[in-house]
């Protein structure tokens, strides 16, 4: 990843490298030449890490079957960070895979005590924006998915309190809601799976979500009846809970294999054809065979005034309900990299990786590399002031802003479909 053009505040990279250390999720840049092509969030360094993408970027080269969810919690306006993961999936759907969104309504409600119409209503915000945006697939509200719930009680079959103290900080005061919406959001993970089939899943999530993907690769792990592991000159097929009709089945399925009491050697076959034919035999057992998710951690675009960008902050975003005057305000009052004199700024040039409105463009409204590129020039250069930077941003913003709201208008009728008319 070039660093010259690594939106990073310093906090993040500094954070992100070390998140990276601790739990060991891998720089995207070893996997994104894998892709047939390298979507313009990679290149520009806003998705910066990944678990297991290499499974993912396989399956589209080979164009394989393949998953993509994410989750949404409706205790708010949509602001813009949500609209970059909401791209993340979108693109992922065209790349050929089965596109799932969750709307965690259960964890609003449970979480941030956001009532249910209240949810109800963000929800219809979220999924009309992400229809905008092009997305085709399953989108569902997790209080109304009774195959996510159900899946979420097997889900607690694996996990106990003294997981969620360790993981979460959970304590005795810890409302059991809090609990369950953690474990539906593991079930929203593994679902995809459960709906269409087991097939590797990614998960695009803030470096703020790992935990989650943690705990859910754990349970994927405990719910599989096997583990497979290459010994080099044999394959050992472990069972863990199956049946023991299931171990015969295994062993039935290569012949010359031999069968212990809770494990069968496998010698000549390839690690590949063990694996499919294991999870094939899982699930006709009554197993689930998953696949442990597969995950990619982008960074958070500052909010617009600095410091964080969140629903509770009117001023660091701006949404595509408000009116041109507010989001004109918003757009000009933002803080920029720009220096404290204009003579200044014309001799040492302005610093586009501290200015959220750079951040905007490089984000969301400058989709054109060379554009890009020389704004970048023109601010690092001091040819350009930050209140021509401004109008300039500013117009491609209403632009943005206009087409979103016609195409939003246009697939009303979709959310619609997925919500019914009946109140909850
Ligand atoms: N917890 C997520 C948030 O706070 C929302 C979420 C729910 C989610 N289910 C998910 C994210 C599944 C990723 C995958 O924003």
Redesign the pocket.
């Known amino acids: 990843m070039q660093s010259g053009t690594n939106p990073w505040s310093n906090n993040q990279a500094e954070d992100i490298d070390r998140l990276f250390v601790e739990f060991g999720i891998e720089p995207i840049g070893g996997v994104a030449d894998r892709l047939p092509e390298v979507p313009s969030f990679i290149r520009r360094g806003i998705v910066v890490g990944h678990r297991d993408y290499r499974l993912i970027a396989d399956a589209i080269r080979n164009r394989t079957p393949f998953h993509v969810?994410?989750?949404?919690?409706p205790s708010g306006h949509l602001h813009l960070g949500h609209l970059m993961v909401m791209k993340e999936v979108v693109w992922h759907v065209r790349q050929g895979g089965n596109g799932y969104v969750?709307i965690?309504d259960r964890?609003a409600h449970a979480v941030r005590g956001t009532s249910w119409e209240k949810c109800r209503t963000f929800g219809r915000e979220y999924l009309k924006t992400l229809y905008a945006l092009g997305f085709e697939g399953t989108a569902y509200f997790?209080s109304r998915n009774d195959r996510l719930k159900d899946l979420a009680f097997e889900v607690s079959t694996k996990v106990n309190f003294s997981d969620l103290a360790a993981i979460y900080g959970f304590g005795p005061d810890t409302s059991l809601s809090h609990a369950m919406s953690v474990i539906?959001?593991v079930a929203?993970?593994l679902f995809p799976q459960l709906d269409a089939g087991p097939a590797p899943t990614v998960?695009p999530?803030g470096i703020?979500?790992d935990p989650?993907i943690r705990l859910t690769r754990d349970v994927a792990h405990k719910l599989r009846m096997f583990t497979v592991e290459d010994r080099g000159a044999y394959v050992s097929v472990r069972s863990k809970n199956a049946p023991a009709d299931a171990l015969a089945a295994v062993h039935r399925a290569f012949p010359g294999s031999r069968e212990y009491e809770a494990h069968v050697d496998i010698t000549a076959e390839p690690l590949g054809r063990v694996r499919d034919t294991v999870r094939e035999i899982e699930i006709a057992y009554g197993g689930f065979g998953f696949y442990s998710p597969s995950s990619t951690y982008h960074i958070f675009m500052p909010g617009l005034e600095g410091g964080k960008m969140s629903s509770s902050v009117p001023g660091s975003s701006f949404g595509f309900y408000e009116s041109d005057r507010e989001i004109k305000k918003k757009v000009m009052a933002a803080i920029t990299g720009g220096r404290a004199t204009l003579d200044e700024q014309r001799r040492l040039g302005g610093e586009p990786d501290r200015c959220s409105i750079f951040l905007l463009n490089l984000f969301h409204v400058l989709e054109d590399e060379i554009e890009l590129a020389d704004l970048r020039r023109r601010c690092l250069e001091g040819e350009l002031t930050c209140g021509q930077c401004k109008k300039e941003t500013l117009e491609r913003v209403m632009t943005f802003v206009r087409e979103m709201r016609e195409r939003m208008d246009a697939v009303e009728h979709l959310v619609e479909m997925e919500y019914g008319t009946d109140a909850q």
């Open positions: 969810l994410t989750g949404f919690m969750a965690a964890e997790q539906t959001q929203d993970i998960v999530v703020d979500q989650h």
